[in-house]
């Protein structure tokens, strides 16, 4: 099976900042790393898919890259409403999927 | 707008047995793969299963194989989650999510998600 971490696992940050999270695979994934946003109560939002293409709908201030073990989520200028959970997700297997354990990103 | 809306949530004691729902109102159920994901108290996300669009093919999270199963109505445009045997470990709130998977089999990302419902079981 493959796994997936995440860093940092918590992060402050101020309405303005860029901010980056770091997701790896535990084997090569080519391409296939997906990014999703979760606030409480609220359904998963996708935001990336195939590494960097950005979801219809999703601000440009996020974007992403890597490909094979490595991928970074960023945000270049924080929103008040981008405080939430973001996961990484491989859709590499074929019979399953792991998400990355979460970064949750506060208010400083 | 609401497109997935899970039902069937609930609390049930050890060894119990839950049946979950997910209505689909968009127009296009039968051309997606779907999914059930779920989140535990305090934990991430982990997926729990797939169906494929015509219920040919199923897989499992080793956490659940052989006590979920997974089943759709394509008439009525809804996913199914059969859940036996629950442990304490099953409680968390559980999602449904489309995806569109191609031959391969890899690629695919889940969207859109529903705002999930609540299982606790509990003696």
């Known amino acids: 099976d493959i796994q997936m971490t995440q860093s940092p696992s918590s992060l402050s940050a101020s309405v303005g900042d860029r901010v980056a999270i770091n997701c790896r695979a535990s084997?090569?994934?080519?391409?296939?790393l997906n990014w999703y946003q979760h606030k409480p109560g609220k359904a998963p939002k996708l935001l990336i898919y195939?590494?960097?293409s950005l979801q219809r709908g999703v601000p440009s201030r996020f974007s992403g890259s890597g490909s094979g073990t490595d991928f970074t989520l960023t945000i270049s200028s924080l929103q008040p409403e981008d405080f939430a959970t973001y996961y990484c997700?491989?859709?590499?297997?074929?019979?399953?999927?792991?998400f990355g354990p979460g970064t949750k990103l506060e208010i400083k | 707008e609401v497109q997935l809306v899970e039902s069937g949530g609930g609390v049930v004691q050890p060894g119990g047995s839950l049946r979950l729902s997910c209505a689909d109102s968009?127009?296009?159920?039968?051309?997606?793969?779907m999914h059930w994901v779920r989140q535990a108290p305090g934990k991430g996300l982990e997926w729990v299963s797939l169906?494929?669009?015509?219920?040919?093919?199923?897989y499992y999270a080793d956490s659940v194989k052989g006590r979920f199963t997974i089943s759709r109505d394509n008439s009525k445009k809804s996913l199914f989650l059969h859940m036996n045997s629950l442990r304490s470990e099953d409680t968390a709130f559980y999602y449904c999510?489309?995806?569109?998977?191609?031959?391969?089999?890899?690629?695919?990302?889940?969207?859109?998600w529903g705002q999930g419902t609540l299982v606790t079981v509990s003696s």
């Open positions: 195939a590494a960097s």
């Open positions: 968009g127009s296009t159920f039968d051309d997606y793969t």
């Open positions: 169906i494929n669009w015509d219920g040919s093919t199923t």
């Open positions: 999510a489309k995806s569109v998977r191609y031959g391969s089999g890899r690629g695919d990302w889940f969207d859109p």
């Open positions: 084997q090569s994934i080519s391409n296939y």
């Open positions: 997700q491989e859709s590499f297997s074929t019979r399953m999927y792991s």
